[in-house]
């Protein structure tokens, strides 16, 4: 069986004396004197049973010595894992690829009766202590920004269950219940990472510096833009003007945060964090994607306000008016094509790392969907922020603004339909480049279908990439079918619905079930950002 040892100046088994002659370990010249069973390329029964401290002078020459010994046994049993460790360094050395041998300068070494036990049974009762210990006070700890994803997730349900363009009785009520359940879980996951920095205030500073948490701050602004969203789809039509006017504040309050949060989560992590493009990630847009948020807003806010609607009943309020939903459709329109292009500038740097590197490792690989996503946002608000423009311009025209806007002299009619053209036709590129990404990432899970792998399928916190990214990306397919009056898109969006709501709840189950048998909110499991333990998919 494969196994870690740990040991502090030097590791020998139990029998032997002290291997540190002359200044020059035993084990060097001969590693097979490390554990009799090495002759025989049998792995030792157990690392914790045959190996111990031993006292011995410390030299500065040591790691060095070690790091010979180790790559010596490793080659011999390719099972075994080993970390020896003295008092200048740590050296771990793995024969898993995936875990290579490193020195750590600077933290302390450890005993193996400390960290494993002095026997097999030590080990299971230090186990079981463990899971006894873990009250929710350690749990809540190790509650990390990424969990605003479940937000983000049935936000994205409810807007797809909006956007069905093929209505029945009871579609409507479903889609109200995901947008409670948003709600629910955006005030839970406040609540849940507030407690956590008033127990712990320690770990504030350390999620904004931490080179993969600091990455997934981002997912709490995308949630309330993902809020603000449903609260337009379903308040408006149902709720008093109050409502009309709260809408187009939370907009210009979205706006204002995106931007802050945005510049400085960059600026945090350009400054304190150095990343390696080999593993390189779509969560390295996280930072940008709430400026993809901002243009589908835009669009359903000029779509839907009284002030768009020139036969409306309803007298628009200075808050809404024309002038506003214009200025609102040009914020819109910017924001868009900041979070597009900044999104595609890193992009060209995980193309790279694909081309180089393959595809990512499985606890990692749901997020490419996130690339099918990026492009979705912007279909969707091409196409409403160009019928929401044919609503308004009108507006702008007939009250004598025009004279001081770029409508001036300029014929309505001609203009309107200039921009609906051009947005139909450039909408198709992003939609296209969505449709590929939405296929390579299917594409990547081929082999989870292999029954030995579905058999040690394991939730991870990354499987919300399943959900979220795919929701603008089934919105964008409505919103092309809408634009072509193409029923066959329209029904492939209906499909993608469907199995988007079934991943949900499967995904949720999922989550549910590891947080009770607390595979999750612990310290050595899942997302507490142990960058040396991969986590298997």
């Not at 400390?114 to 809540?140: A, M």
């Not at 048998?517 to 998919?537: G, I, N, S, V």
Request: hydrophobic letters at 45%; glycine letters at 6%; a positive charge.
């Amino acid at each position: 069986m494969a196994g870690e040892g740990t040991a502090t100046c030097s590791a020998v088994t139990s029998k032997a004396a002290s291997p540190v002659e002359a200044g020059k370990p035993e084990i060097e010249s001969n590693p097979k004197a490390l554990h009799p069973s090495l002759a025989s390329n049998k792995t030792p029964p157990s690392l914790s049973q045959n190996f111990h401290c031993i006292a011995a002078e410390r030299q500065p020459s040591v790691a060095h010595r070690r790091l010979q010994t180790s790559k010596a046994v490793s080659g011999l049993v390719p099972s075994i894992s080993l970390k020896i460790k003295d008092a200048h360094c740590n050296l771990f050395v793995s024969t898993d690829p995936a875990l290579p041998f490193r020195i750590d300068l600077d933290r302390p070494p450890v005993s193996v009766r400390e960290t494993f036990g002095s026997s097999q049974s030590e080990l299971q009762d230090g186990g079981e202590k463990l899971e006894r210990k873990l009250g929710w006070n350690e749990r809540v700890r190790h509650y990390t920004w990424i969990f605003f994803q479940t937000s983000m997730a049935t936000g994205g349900v409810a807007n797809v269950l909006h956007t069905v363009p093929f209505r029945f009785l009871g579609l409507d009520a479903i889609g109200a219940v995901f947008f409670i359940l948003n709600l629910f879980l955006f005030f839970m996951n406040c609540v849940a990472i507030s407690i956590r920095f008033a127990l712990h205030p320690a770990t504030f500073k350390a999620s904004l510096l931490h080179p993969t948490e600091s990455l997934f701050v981002p997912c709490s602004v995308l949630a309330l833009g993902t809020l603000i969203l449903n609260i337009a789809q379903y308040g408006l039509g149902n709720t008093g003007t109050w409502l009309e006017q709260a809408l187009v504040v939370l907009f210009w309050l979205y706006v204002s945060i995106v931007v802050t949060s945005s510049v400085s989560i960059y600026l945090v992590i350009w400054s304190t964090q150095t990343f390696d493009i080999a593993n390189m990630t779509p969560t390295w847009v996280f930072p940008a994607m709430p400026f993809l948020l901002v243009g589908p807003l835009a669009g359903y806010l000029s779509n839907n306000l009284p002030g768009s609607s020139i036969n409306s009943s309803t007298t628009a309020s200075p808050s809404t008016s024309p002038t506003t939903l214009l200025f609102v459709l040009l914020i819109g329109l910017t924001c868009q094509g900041i979070g597009f292009l900044i999104t595609l500038f890193l992009y060209s740097a995980f193309y790279c790392r694909l081309m180089t590197q393959k595809l990512p490792e499985r606890s990692t690989r749901p997020s490419i969907f996130m690339s099918a996503g990026l492009s979705g946002f912007t279909c969707i608000a091409i196409v409403s922020m160009a019928s929401g423009a044919a609503l308004v311009l009108p507006h702008i025209t007939t009250s004598g603004n025009s004279n001081n806007t770029i409508l001036a002299d300029t014929n309505l009619t001609t203009a309107i339909a200039v921009i609906r053209v051009v947005a139909v036709l450039s909408v198709l590129p992003f939609y296209g480049l969505a449709s590929w990404f939405f296929l390579v990432s299917v594409g990547a899970y081929w082999d989870i279908f292999v029954p030995r792998r579905c058999a040690k399928l394991r939730f991870s916190t990354t499987w919300l990439s399943f959900i979220f990214p795919n929701t603008p990306f089934i919105s964008a397919t409505f919103a092309v079918g809408e634009a072509f009056d193409a029923d066959p898109i329209r029904w492939a969006g209906c499909v993608l619905s469907v199995l988007v709501a079934g991943m949900w709840g499967f995904v949720f189950v999922m989550m549910l079930r590891a947080v009770i048998r607390k595979e999750l909110l612990r310290p050595d499991q899942q997302k507490d950002w142990a960058e040396t333990k991969a986590q298997t998919l």
